[in-house]
């Protein structure tokens, strides 16, 4: 079957994509509004593009009645917000900042999550959360009327102490952080526990293994 995007619909055009390009990180995004109102929402049309300086990237669409998501607005009004990695404990949390309540109500008071100051950002990261990143907006691209793709720098990281093998050589324990990623549908999520390790090949070995 080909499908030429073209010639789709705009839902099912996004079916195609969320279903096939999996798993996905999640982005959880703290911002915040001029008057200092927080606002905490996920978000999976999101990776990172560099290491250094570390510069990441988010897929936002529109509410469903039109118009800008909050997290959006925020980070376009005050071009700061801060990324939270989700795992396993705190899905649930999660899925509820992701419920549409009105503007400037606040989803972290709705989930109960609990924030700590961030370092270089006005809006905190998530004490929960086992690693955040302090973002400011480098650029919005406009994807279409109804998409905008946020490019932020990281300015910060913070990851409990307990996830960190040896914090001066950053050697993090990454499977033990246990994040979750976002697969496909109404709702599929996949924890991070099935890895298998491949080690790269020089010229000679990939010629010597032929
Ligand atoms: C796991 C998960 C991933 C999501 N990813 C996105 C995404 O990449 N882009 C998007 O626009 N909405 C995404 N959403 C929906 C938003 O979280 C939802 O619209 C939310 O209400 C937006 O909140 P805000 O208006 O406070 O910014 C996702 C929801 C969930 C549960």
Redesign the pocket.
Known sequence: MHYDFSQLSARNAYKLVVSTIVPRP?AW?VSQNARGQL????????NAMAGDPPTLV????S?DEGGP????RNIQETGQFVINLVNEELARS??V?????AYGVS?LEKAGLATAPALKVKPPRLAASPVAFECQLIQTVPASATNTIVIARALACHIEDRYLLDAEKCYVNTPELKLIG?MHGAGW?TTTHQLFQMDRLTVAEWESAR
């Open positions: 999640i995004i606002n905490c929402a996920p978000f999976s049309f999101f988010i897929g936002i669409g509410r998501k909050d997290s959006l999660m899925n900042t992701a419920t549409p309540f989803e976002r999520y």
